[in-house]
């Protein structure tokens, strides 16, 4: 293998420029070219594509975002457009493909991978979830994010005692709101994977009150509901009062943390290598502390699983 290419596709994540870093320089380590795709599928389909040379990836490893940009790019779902893009890889000389990006980008690679092209997926989303893996690039940072966030709420809180919602990103998936949840010691944490129950929410809050707390903090994740719509419900239900604090896109900016860096360059080298060995319709991901590769189709075969030991244990630790 002489030349591969690498691209970012759907939301951005923090920890995406490590793992472009990694896939430059470990194909450099083994005498392959990069050839970096900006603008995700996108570009990829009208050809807009550069050589990566090793210092081309130098401080990023730092940055947010993502060098080669992302984009959210329906007609990939079409044959024609996929043919173009293979069309474009073949004539530049590129072998495989790896593609950093969530569930909707293993889609694409997938399909490429079905009329021949080899494709390795890395997970980057700050959801935590894309099944197969037990942890994305993106999350930690984001987690640390939240947990910033909410002990500078809780500050205020404590001074004013008040009862306040912080709405969390995750549409189909309560990591974010559960491990925050946890490390910042929220009162109660609403996910989309157990069933709502306003009353059980009610009853926490007013068993705080009753012994004494100050101040209360509840985590949602915004595909259960909004912070406004809990707000609304807990005043309707019970007369209790609330301030909302809805985090947006904050969660996806910053600098990636340690773990995320770490976790990005280990992606980024073993799908180099996964592509180097013919492996083709992979996913990167890590179980148990360890890197592995597994059939893309998994990630969207199966449902994302949350870890509903830490919810009980969320649920213990704040009564
Ligand atoms: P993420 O990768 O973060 O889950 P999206 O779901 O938006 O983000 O997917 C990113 C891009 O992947 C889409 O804009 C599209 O270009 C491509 N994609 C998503 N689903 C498919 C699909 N079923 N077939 C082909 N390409 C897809």
Redesign the pocket.
């Known amino acids: 293998m002489k030349k591969i290419a690498v691209l970012t ?3 951005d994540a923090p920890g995406m420029n490590a793992a472009i870093r990694a896939v430059v320089r470990k194909a450099k380590v083994l005498n392959i070219e990069v050839i970096g795709i900006y603008y ?3 570009g990829l389909v009208e050809g807009q594509m550069t050589t990566l040379q090793v210092g081309d990836v130098g401080s990023i490893i730092q940055r947010g975002g993502t060098k080669l940009y992302s ?7 079409q044959s024609d457009v ?1 043919d173009q893009a293979i069309a474009n890889m073949r004539e530049a000389g590129i072998e495989g493909l790896i593609v950093i ?8 690679a ?2 490429l991978v079905k009329k021949g092209f080899p494709c390795i997926g890395i997970p ?2 700050i959801d935590n979830d894309v099944p197969g893996t037990q942890y994305t690039i993106g999350f930690d940072t984001a987690l640390n994010t939240v947990i910033d966030a909410v002990d500078k709420i809780r500050d205020t809180a404590t001074s004013h005692e008040n009862l306040f919602i912080v709405e969390v990103m995750g549409r189909d998936a309560g990591d974010l709101a559960l491990y925050a949840g946890v490390a910042a010691g929220a009162g109660a944490v609403i996910i989309p994977e157990v069933d709502f129950c306003i009353e059980d929410v009610i009853a926490r809050i007013k068993r705080g009150e009753y012994r004494g707390k100050m101040y209360n903090i509840i985590i949602v994740a915004e595909g259960v509901m909004s912070g406004t719509e809990l707000a609304r419900l807990l005043k309707e239900n019970a007369g209790i009062t609330t301030r909302v604090s809805v985090l947006g896109h904050m969660q996806r900016g910053g600098s990636p943390t340690g773990r995320d860096r770490v976790l990005a360059s280990q992606f980024g080298a073993y799908a180099v290598e996964a592509l180097v060995a013919g492996k083709k319709g992979r996913a990167i991901g890590v179980r148990n502390h360890e890197i592995v590769d597994y059939d893309l189709t998994e990630a969207f075969k199966k449902e994302h699983a949350t870890n509903l030991a830490l919810y009980t244990l969320a649920t213990e630790l704040s009564i």
């Open positions: 596709s759907g939301g995700g599928y996108q984009a959210r790019y329906p007609d990939f779902k996929q990006g969530g569930d909707g980008s293993y889609r694409g997938m399909d980057a989303t």
